[in-house]
């Protein structure tokens, strides 16, 4: 199969761009094949409020949910409220509530909700109702890895238009550092009338300090038709911090500089400027009568090189858990650029797509 870039699209030896979305299907569904492992014993230990005990692998503590594998039950997420006491040989990395991360086995202490995290010849406590985020140290490659990827189809006979949206995102976690990779592709056609392709493709990496703090590096690829975008590379780094911190809700800011070197098709030529990106990421999360997972990006782009010229980018997501694995996600996206269009066109770009996904 040969890719090669024409007029500014990435195309197949076939040149139909909607190709690309089954391809990075495909390589989803390899990356998830190839990263399979097999699970470590299940012999950790879970003592509930009401007396009760459950053996089982401890998965980690995210979003209030304790994730555990367990023999017969599959896996199974605890209400980390309901949980009086765990224990483990394994080393998890435990976050509390200031940002701060101990690294070590885990062990109940004498009073209840009390977590002894053991390293070394030494050990700390933390209070159950201070800890937001328990991870597993694990060895494999394959284990620090989570993700997930959503498809979508929807076609209208009355007006003839087929829409077909395609979304992904894969976390690699280490002890200090976080690589994160987004991918976001929507293909809408007309059978009498003009096709559009939204694509956005980034990665990103996150350094972490203390208090909450982190620097990050991110290198992307843009392309929006609607708002004449042949393409556009992006080159950023800057600093953030994580403001709201909790097991049920958290606020990312950050700033910095971007590199933007652009195509557009009303323009010959490429436009490199430079641009302070100021960005914000809420997310909240509810699973008291069903597991529901909103999370709001915002992004404001003022030039620095261009007078007057300023973007903005915002994508949100509404996520619906239906089994442990399967999801459904409704998708509010939304774009504009100050940039006037020499035929005219649209400055601003606004949709909304649903999908059903798959979280590994």
């Given amino acids: 199969m040969i890719a090669a870039v024409e007029s500014g699209h990435l195309l197949l030896n076939n040149g139909h761009p909607v190709h690309l979305i089954r391809l990075s299907f495909l390589v989803t569904v390899l990356a998830c094949l190839s990263f399979a492992v097999n699970a470590r014993p299940k012999t950790d230990v879970i003592q509930f409020d009401n ?22 039950m599959g896996t199974v997420n605890i209400e980390w409220p309901s949980v009086m006491s765990i224990s483990s ?22 009073e209840p909700r009390i977590l002894q995290v053991a390293f070394g010849r030494g050990s700390q406590s933390e209070s159950f109702d201070n800890i937001v985020r328990i991870t597993p140290v ?8 989570k993700g997930g990827m959503s498809l979508g189809l929807n076609y209208s006979e009355a007006s003839a238009i087929s829409q077909l949206n395609f979304s992904g995102d894969i976390t690699y976690t280490a002890e200090i550092y976080r690589l994160t ?23 990103a990496y996150q350094r972490l300090r203390d208090n909450r703090w982190f620097t990050w590096g991110s290198l992307g690829w843009q392309q929006n038709e609607e708002l004449g975008l042949q393409s556009r590379v992006l080159l950023g780094a800057g ?16 700033a910095g500089p971007l590199l933007s070197v652009e195509n557009f098709f009303d323009q010959p030529g490429q436009v490199t400027s430079g641009e302070l990106g100021l960005m914000g990421s809420y997310s909240k999360f509810k699973f008291n009568d ?4 909103l999370k709001v990006d915002l992004g404001l782009f003022p030039s620095i090189t261009e007078s007057g010229r300023w973007r903005a980018e915002l994508n949100s997501r509404l996520r619906y858990k239906l089994t442990d694995d399967l999801t459904w996600d409704l998708t509010l996206y939304g ?26």
């Fill in 51 to 72: 007396g009760d005990r459950l053996t089982g692998e401890i998965r980690g503590l995210n979003r209030g949910l304790l994730q555990v594998k367990t023999s017969h």
């Fill in 89 to 110: 040989d394994i080393q998890f990395q435990v976050e509390n509530i200031q940002g701060e991360r101990i690294f070590g086995a885990v062990m109940p202490s004498v």
């Fill in 181 to 203: 990779g987004n991918a976001s592709l929507y293909f809408s056609e007309v059978s009498e009338g003009t096709n559009t392709r939204r694509a956005d493709l980034s990665t």
């Fill in 290 to 293: 069903s597991e529901l997972d």
């Fill in 239 to 254: 600093v953030g911090r994580d403001f709201f911190f909790s097991s049920q809700q958290t606020l990312s800011l950050t």
């Fill in 335 to 360: 774009s504009r650029d100050s940039r006037e269009q020499a035929d005219g066109g649209s400055n601003s770009d606004v949709g909304v797509t649903n999908s059903l996904g798959y979280s590994f």
């Fill in 138 to 145: 694990e060895d494999t490659l394959g284990d620090r890895i």
